[in-house]
């Protein structure tokens, strides 16, 4: 979603903020803007489309000054437009603000202004900022004074970036909600929403928490709590962030490379945390809540899309190996329930970007409940990161495409080993599911040297309109999971069912135009799988079926089958995903779309 750089210090800011808006392009955006600003005033300039539009249009030779902010729009409140793109500014053009996030009663503070004289040129909820602050600093002694009475009036979320001719070497940032970090450099600073536009330049980042007002100069930070009306000195951290991590390298596409990942995150994910040969799980992110962690009897899971997904598969985990009763609630729906809480109830929040709105906003529901609150972040620093009480990292590594795919195998990864922990050592799989994870980055890679298979059965299937993903027990995630994957990437309109409600309803779409995509791995409850593939067959429904290697059976009831390594219930998910993560890869390459960024996603999705 949209992305926020600046940069103030001794260089020209423009090109280093463009190189970090061209290093947010992954998030997914519709326009961009850059201004800048010197003693006699302020450049700014948009652009509907890509940066490198942007790039062209602002001549960075031509602006040498050395205070910038810029943006990546994706429209939520006008179209994409020259006049919806950020900066946007007052009457004067003295005041220039970029933000992410929604403000929520803009339509009345819009009114307050437009009623007050103050014209307005988009359709933006953004613009009533500089207006307001504008307004402000004609009535209040000091620039900073304006802006924070001006913040005190927004509602909503937000991360903004604000300069001044007024104060032309000052960059202001503020932030409730939506995420900022500030690169340390030497005589100068970047703001960023995303660690990503700046590690380039700098690993040496600080994090703004909710109400913090930053006022950043070349040489000096400070940062001010609104809330808590008080100055703050914040930790100077360094990001684990590796350069190479965020190329594309040999691949044709981040989605390919990241799929490709897949041995390699289970490797990290359990690297130093899943000692097989001691026959214990060590989580350093647990230790600190190790006590509470004893007694807790429920465990609610929140999530969104693909991490919900996982928590999904989490529940089946939780529940077998430690005996804990777990809900999983979409995080978007979770938030406005009336849900009964006790102190014996632990929260865990799953999040590959740490950053979605509806996640960040279940975990401050139960803010004031006195629940442990957990997370299974991807990024280090994040705002989900740093709001939980405890957690496991995946440590999966940058993941850039928009369609999730190695984070879920991390996600799967770090919540086998959650189950594990919890279970005490009670469960009779502990070891054989410790060995398991040993072997699966190798199992994993059986499975991606079969992508030119699996890219001739997507070949086959890629003029469908619609798909059916079907599962049962830990494959029935999976199949909701598989589906999403298709549908996001390939526009194909795709469902995932339990198998055993195919005859509840599903089974009526049924004929020769509507395949079916059945997981079929070796299982307890492998033969009612079968009846169900039989019913679809019956329709003279085209099946795709995933299955066990060695599985004799299955190539006389399906029309393309894609074989997997053996492996545990537990860890099935996590092959079976790689597998249909390919599928569905291929099938948009076949049809044409841009694999990474398919139209109307972002990623990371910021606002609720
Ligand atoms: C699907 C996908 C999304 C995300 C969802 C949650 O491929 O990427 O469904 O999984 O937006 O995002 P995170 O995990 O960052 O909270």
């Known amino acids: 979603m949209c992305g926020i750089v600046g940069y103030i210090g001794k260089r020209a800011g423009a090109p280093i903020v463009l190189d970090g808006l061209q290093a947010l392009e992954y998030r997914g955006y519709d326009s961009a803007g850059l201004v800048t600003i010197n003693a006699t005033g302020a450049t700014l300039t948009k652009q509907v489309g890509r940066v490198a539009g942007l790039t062209a249009a602002v001549e960075p030779q031509a602006q040498p000054d050395h205070l910038a902010i810029g943006h990546t729009r994706w429209a939520t409140h006008g179209v994409p437009s020259m006049f919806n ?5 007052n009457t004067a053009k003295t005041i220039f603000v970029v933000h992410n996030g929604i403000i929520e009663n ?31 600093s004609q009535r209040l002694p000091s620039f900073t004074a304006a802006l924070k009475a001006a913040l005190a009036d927004l509602r909503g979320a937000y991360a903004i970036a604000v300069i001044t001719t007024i104060r032309p070497t000052t960059l202001y940032a503020a932030r409730l909600s939506s995420p900022l970090v500030i690169g340390v450099g030497d005589g100068e600073h970047y703001l960023a929403s995303d660690p990503a536009a700046i590690m380039e330049h700098t690993k040496q980042v600080l994090y703004l928490d909710d109400y913090d007002l930053a006022t950043i100069t070349a040489d000096k930070i400070s940062v001010h709590n609104l809330k808590r009306d008080k100055p ?59 006590a509470q962690l004893k007694y807790i009897d429920r465990i609610v899971i929140v ?25 999983v ?109 040993d072997d699966l980055p190798a199992k994993a ?38 589906a999403l994957k298709l549908k996001e990437v390939s526009y194909i309109h795709a469902e995932g069912y339990a198998a055993g409600e195919m005859k509840h309803g599903p089974l009526a779409m049924i004929d020769k135009d509507f395949p079916s995509f059945a997981l079929a791995t070796n299982s307890f409850l492998l033969d009612k799988t079968y009846s169900n593939i039989e019913e679809i067959r019956a329709r003279k429904g085209p099946v795709v079926a995933i299955a066990t290697v060695g599985n004799k059976h ?47 996603l972002a990623k990371s999705v910021t606002v609720e």
Do not use: W
Not at 114 to 135: K, M, N
């Open 329 to 437: 609630h979409l995080a978007s729906e979770f938030k406005y329930r009336h849900e009964p809480f006790s102190r014996s109830t632990a929260l865990l929040a799953i999040s590959q970007s740490g950053e979605t709105a509806d996640t960040i906003a279940a975990l401050k529901k139960v803010e004031d409940y006195g629940v442990l609150r957990l997370g299974i972040v991807n990024a280090v620093g994040s705002t989900i990161a740093r709001m939980t009480d405890a957690g496991v990292y995946c440590h999966a590594g940058p993941e850039q495409a928009v369609a999730s795919t190695k984070a879920f195998i991390a996600q799967v990864t770090v919540l086998i080993q959650i189950a594990l922990h919890l279970s005490n050592g009670r469960t009779k799989l502990f070891k054989p599911l410790l060995k398991e994870l």
């Open 554 to 600: 299955i190539a006389d009831l399906a029309d393309d089958v894609i074989y997997l390594p053996e492996t545990l219930e537990q860890t099935q998910p996590i092959l079976t995903a790689i597998a249909m993560q390919l599928f569905s890869y291929y099938i948009a390459l076949a049809r044409g779309h841009n694999v990474d960024r398919p139209r109307n």
């Open 106 to 136: 803009y339509v009345q503070l819009r009114d307050r202004l437009q009623a007050l004289g103050y014209q307005f040129v988009s359709e933006t909820d953004t613009e009533v900022i500089p207006h307001l602050i504008d307004y402000y």
């Open 303 to 327: 999530a969104c899309g693909t991490s919900y997904y996982a928590g999904l598969v989490g529940e089946y985990l939780i529940e077998e190996l430690a005996g804990i009763p777990v809900e």
């Open 232 to 290: 703050i000195e914040h930790t100077v951290e360094l990001l684990d962030f590796d350069n190479e991590q965020a190329q594309l390298g040999d691949y044709a596409h981040f989605m390919l490379k990241e799929i490709h990942e897949a041995p390699a995150t289970i490797r990290s994910a359990t690297l130093g945390r899943s000692l097989a040969a001691k026959n214990i799980v060590k989580l350093g992110g647990l230790e600190s809540v190790v």
């Open 85 to 89: 793109a950020h900066p946007h500014t």
């Open 445 to 482: 890679q059986i499975v991606l040297d079969q992508a030119e298979t699996i890219k001739k059965i997507a070949a086959k299937y890629k003029d469908y309109r619609d798909f059916l993903f079907i599962g049962r027990q830990y494959n029935f995630p999976c199949a909701l999971e598989g």
